[in-house]
């Protein structure tokens, strides 16, 4: 099964930056979008940033301006750079990488990291 990977996680005062790698397998010749997710307990999963192949990205409203997704194709690996860190930011991050398989779309997710915004 494919998998992703997230690193990057941990505590992070007020106003601080972190920033999350996923790396992907070599197996993703080309994924077409890339993106990044965050959860907290009780709630849905939500949308942080995403990216497509040709570099286009979006962002949720409440991290604009201060997140900036990034990839780098020859090391396999998306990047959430996140500035200006809100306590409200506390939540556990998913990457996710959509991509298009021998019969259909195909989607894999990592299994979490966890971000702290806290004095």
């Known amino acids: 099964q494919v998998q992703l990977v997230e690193s990057g996680g941990g505590l992070v005062q007020p106003g601080g930056p972190l920033r999350l790698p996923c790396a992907y397998p070599?197996?993703?010749?080309?994924?077409?979008?890339l993106g990044w997710y965050r959860q907290v307990p009780g709630k849905q999963r939500g949308s942080v940033a995403g990216?497509?192949?040709?570099?286009?990205?979006n962002y949720a409203d409440s991290v604009k301006g201060r997140f900036t997704i990034s990839k780098d194709n020859a090391k396999n690996t998306v990047y959430l750079q996140m500035n200006s860190l809100k306590p409200e930011d506390t939540a556990v991050y998913y990457c996710?990488?959509?991509?298009?398989?021998?019969?259909?779309?195909?989607?894999?997710w990592g299994q979490g990291t966890q971000v702290t915004v806290s004095s």
């Open positions: 996710v990488a959509v991509w298009v398989g021998e019969t259909s779309m195909e989607s894999t």
């Open positions: 070599g197996t993703i010749e080309r994924p077409i979008a």
């Open positions: 990216i497509a192949s040709g570099g286009s990205t």
